[in-house]
């Protein structure tokens, strides 16, 4: 049980960082992170056409940055106001933002 643990930690936490870019805390004022997901080549789409060729859209363009590839998986800062634009791109299944912190309730 031990082993299964550290190896878990190393997996999640020590790999990541060698393989890229440290990953801030938080994203910038007025950005959240997300988790996009592309669909993969030959599923169905939105439309319910298979998706074929599709070309992956351009986070950078959007304002924001991607930290971490796996896949069709990928983790990015966004601007807020950006997300719904990039939801719509043809290639996305689906933008999921992650909570970053709680604040108490007054």
């Known amino acids: 049980m031990a082993v299964s643990l550290l190896l878990t930690f190393v997996l999640t ?36 056409k298979p998706v074929r060729d ?9 304002g924001g940055r991607v930290w971490r590839t796996e896949g069709d998986e990928r983790l990015i800062d966004l601007p807020l106001a950006a997300a719904a634009q990039l939801r719509r791109h043809r290639s996305v299944k689906y933008l999921q933002r992650l909570w970053m912190e709680s604040r108490p309730r007054k």
């Open 13 to 48: 936490m020590v790999t990541p960082a060698l393989a890229g870019p440290a990953i801030p805390a938080k994203p910038g004022p007025r950005e959240g992170r997300y988790v996009m997901v592309l669909w993969e080549s030959g599923t169905p789409g939105k439309d319910g």
């Open 54 to 62: 599709l070309v992956e859209p351009d986070v950078a363009a959007h």
